[in-house]
């Protein structure tokens, strides 16, 4: 038996660093943006493609660079009233007015200004955010004269280890500043026109996990001050959209990404997949984003991707080109500016047919007008069938008008996170056969349940039922002998499920379950299982993760934490002085996956009428498969080792403690195994070269 266990483990060990290297070769084949050759640009790809982007015609294409007379540069700002830009020339200490139609330029704050990072500008003033004065300077727009000076706060609310490092600057229609400063951790500063501090808004959060949260629980005030900062970490940029909206985004920080809030500081949008060091409204609402290595990014106001772009290399010199982006701008005309540090220039692009097709079928989504940009949405289609976001629009069209089957499959196309639209689908549909079909099932089954009730009844009464079950008893009597056992081994597995305590007795000592029919039992869980995640209604896949993995993935999932905990628990047992045989524990917890397996059975087929307002009762349904099924491992273990509670918990609690211990030196295996591959495949393709050769 030990030996069986070891191959086992030799097994797995040699299998999970082939599933390695599998997955690490498919994450190749996806279309990753920051691989993708110069100015292409990318698209959301259809559930087909797993969400991932892919190529499409180009949405920008490059004008002709400004060149601009500065040293340095951090930020600049377009005032849309006059087409005038505002560049924060950081190391030449001023702020740069250029006009790009007539070439007229003049510097604002030469002698004022030390290290100026951020700049925003009205009809009537200037806002620079001064890092080396520590203040934020209001100049006139049109004199150049200072008008107001902003320190650090001296109100309570600021708190005194607040930092003031002006870096980033914005203004509202309602002339409200909003400053970004170094070592603030509450978030974006608001003052008012007069400089007076409001307080804080659209601070980012601390991210802990769950082993932390529980290590700081038993902690002392002491040893919580010796651990790193857990600070929640300042916003990198901000602007503000035609709504008055806050947006911000952070550079670096996992969980953080883009941000929107409203004035009174309730989060309306967060994109924390995108790490980004600079971002611009749009006049419709769309946001404008880019990193420091010169991807950008396009959603619209509701979060919705339609582009993605890399205008970055250190290899072209051409109108275009990224070097090292800093601030983004979107003129009134959808002319995209891009301010360039290393290259002192603004980087232009404007929207290309398709592109400018796209923006505006988008805004007509995103305003919910859905009939009107159905027809722009059909050509986008037409020139893009894998674009995502043409498949959702074109499913709200269909929604609108009725269309449910087609809107639905549109829906299972497009929708990749919570399905929203397929359920309100799925509810229509399901109504619309409910009141078709209702009064005729209804009647069925009326019918069905008196003609049992009669013939049961009349049965009862006159017993013709007799011989017939005489009949199949004999016919069963002659069955073989291993079948007439199998049906045997497999009630008294279903016994378990209902009789735990006193089926664990008949397994031990009169083998009322054998180990084949164990075997069966797993191979019938495997196969519910993956049955479940390929069967399952689409509208509850976006509960678990598994309905995306591989099918080779799933099977793994299903068996390795049943392998593992079935081998740790015996050879703890076999420590502990367990008084059950491996077979034992084996057949004990295949009789008690049989809850388990039933009842996910049963919710694969009842998930396709359900939808996310019955939601509730696809999860209740999982939650007492995986409770009853626990309870039977947890007491028949109890009772086959002829443990206590405590000796059961003990048990279950180093079981726990080994398979992590398993699964890291699995883990460790695979990745010198994957190393050792990889090196060998190496060495032979340099073989082959230098054969060649």
């Known amino acids: 038996m030990k030996r069986k266990i070891l191959l086992a483990v030799l097994a797995l060990v040699l299998l999970v660093p082939m599933m390695r290297v599998a997955a690490v070769d498919d994450e190749y084949t996806a279309v990753d943006p920051l691989r993708q050759s110069l100015f292409t640009t990318l698209v959301p790809g259809a559930r087909a493609l797993d969400g991932r982007f ?125 400053v970004i400063s170094d070592n603030s951790p509450n978030g974006v500063m608001q003052f008012t026109p007069e400089g007076y501090f409001l307080g804080f808004v659209g601070e980012n959060r601390t991210q802990l996990g769950w082993w932390a949260r529980i290590l700081r629980t038993f902690q002392t005030e002491a040893q919580r001050a010796q651990l790193i ?11 503000i959209n035609r709504d008055g909206l806050l947006i911000t985004t952070t550079t670096g920080e996992m969980g953080h990404g883009i941000k929107k809030f409203s004035a009174a500081g309730l989060m309306l949008l967060h994109l924390y997949d995108w790490h980004m060091s600079a971002v611009a409204p749009d006049a419709r609402g769309n946001i404008y984003a880019i990193s420091p290595q010169g991807f950008s990014l396009i959603v619209d106001m509701h979060g919705q991707p339609l582009f993605v772009s890399q205008t970055s290399t250190v290899f072209y010199e051409m109108e275009g080109v990224t070097r090292t982006p800093v601030a983004t701008v979107v003129g009134p005309t959808g002319v995209w500016y891009i301010l360039d540090r290393e290259l002192s220039a603004l980087v232009r692009y404007q929207p290309t047919p398709f592109g400018t097709l796209v923006l505006d079928a988008s805004y007509l989504l995103a305003q919910g007008r859905f009939l009107e940009g159905e027809a722009l949405w059909r050509e986008v289609e037409e020139l893009n069938a894998t674009f995502r976001t043409a498949h959702l629009a074109l499913g709200f069209a269909d929604y609108r008008l009725g269309n449910f089957p087609e809107a639905r499959d549109r829906f299972r196309i497009s929708e990749y996170a919570t399905p929203t639209g397929f359920s309100r689908v799925i509810w229509y549909i399901r109504n619309e056969w409910l009141l078709s079909n209702l009064q005729w099932t209804l009647l069925a089954m009326i019918l069905l349940w008196a003609l049992n009730a009669s013939v049961r009844f009349y049965c009862k009464k006159k017993k013709i039922l007799h011989p017939l079950k005489r009949l199949v008893g004999a016919v069963g009597s002659r069955a073989p002998v291993p079948v007439q056992k199998f049906g045997r081994e497999v009630r008294n597995a279903f016994y378990f499920c209902r009789h735990p305590f006193d089926a664990v007795y008949e397994i031990k000592f009169n083998q009322a379950v054998g180990l084949k029919t164990a075997i069966f039992l797993y191979a019938m869980f495997l196969f519910v299982f993956v049955l479940s995640t390929q069967a399952t209604s689409f509208t509850f ?36 002085e367990g008084e ?37 009762v696809y999860q209740f349904i999982g939650y007492i498969g995986v409770g009853w099924t626990a309870f039977l491992v947890v007491g028949g273990l109890k009772e086959a080792y002829n443990y206590n509670v405590r000796g ?25 195994v994957t190393q050792e591959m990889t090196f060998l495949r190496l060495l032979f393709g340099e073989v082959v070269l230098r054969v060649q050769a």
């Open 54 to 178: 892919v190529p499409t015609l180009d949405a920008f294409q490059p004008l002709r660079n400004i060149a601009l007379p500065t040293t340095n540069p951090e930020d600049f700002f377009l005032c849309n009233d006059s087409y005038t830009f505002f560049i924060a020339d950081t190391g030449a200490s001023r702020i740069l007015v250029f006009d790009p139609h007539t070439g007229d330029m003049h510097d604002i704050g030469t002698d004022v200004l030390r290290a100026p990072f951020g700049v925003a500008a009205t009809a009537d003033r200037v806002y620079v955010a001064d890092a080396g004065l520590e203040a934020v300077i209001v100049f006139d727009r049109h004199s150049g004269e200072e008008v107001l000076r902003i320190l650090r706060p001296t109100s309570p609310f600021f708190g005194t280890a607040t930092g003031f490092v002006p870096r980033k600057i914005a203004t509202d229609a309602r002339g409200n500043i909003y």
């Open 229 to 239: 900062d857990l600070r929640p970490p300042t916003p990198t940029n901000l602007a």
């Open 541 to 576: 896949h976006f509960t678990s993760m598994l309905f995306q993995m591989p099918l080779v993935l799933i099977l793994l999932a299903a068996s390795v934490p049943f392998i593992l905990g079935i081998i740790a628990s015996f050879l703890i047992s076999d420590i502990k």
């Open 580 to 616: 059950a045989t491996f077979r034992q524990v084996v057949i004990i917890v295949a009789c008690a996956l049989i809850p388990y397996t039933v009842l996910l059975l049963v919710r694969t087929i009842i998930s396709h009428g359900l939808t996310l307002n019955e939601q509730f």
């Open 648 to 672: 059961i918990s003990v048990n279950l609690l180093l079981t726990a403690f080994s398979g992590l211990c398993m699964v890291l030196v699995f883990s460790v295996a695979a990745m010198l």
